[in-house]
Nanobody, 123 residues
Framework: QVDLVESGGGLVQPGDSLKLSCLTT????????MAWFRQGPGKEREYVGSIHWLTGATYYADSVKRRFTISREYAEKTFYLQMNSLKPEDTGVYYCAESRITFGSDSGEYDAWGPGTQVTVSS
């Protein structure tokens, strides 16, 4: 079993930066991918980006490319989402998730989720 906990959310102004962390504990030997998803008010949960846990290769949704950066500390089993140039439409609850079978964008293929952290971008 693996547990995930996000942290780092908060209230920021448009154009600001924020860094989210996802701390994981428990079984991680079969981990293939980690991802960030978000759910804005009244919206479906959407893919933000993901990382191949072994190689460190990263992938992003078009809406966050060149603004968001995913990284990981392999030994610490922690991964991050650096968010720059934040926009009001980035507001939502951000979730980290783990998969043993994918490092892609399909939320249905992730089987461990954190409780989420709220990010609000507002002036």
């Amino acid at each position: 079993q693996v547990d995930l906990v996000e942290s780092g959310g908060g209230l920021v102004q448009p154009g600001d930066s924020l860094k989210l962390s996802c701390l994981t504990t428990g079984r991680t030997m079969s981990r293939l991918g980690m991802a960030w998803f978000r759910q804005g008010p009244g919206k479906e949960r959407e893919y933000v980006g993901s990382i191949h846990w072994l190689t460190g290769a990263t992938y992003y949704a078009d809406s966050v490319k060149r603004r968001f950066t995913i990284s990981r500390e392999y030994a610490e089993k922690t991964f991050y989402l650096q968010m720059n140039s934040l926009k009001p439409e980035d507001t939502g609850v951000y979730y980290c998730a783990e998969s043993r079978i994918t490092f892609g964008s399909d939320s249905g293929e992730y089987d461990a989720w954190g409780p989420g952290t709220q990010v609000t971008v507002s002036s």
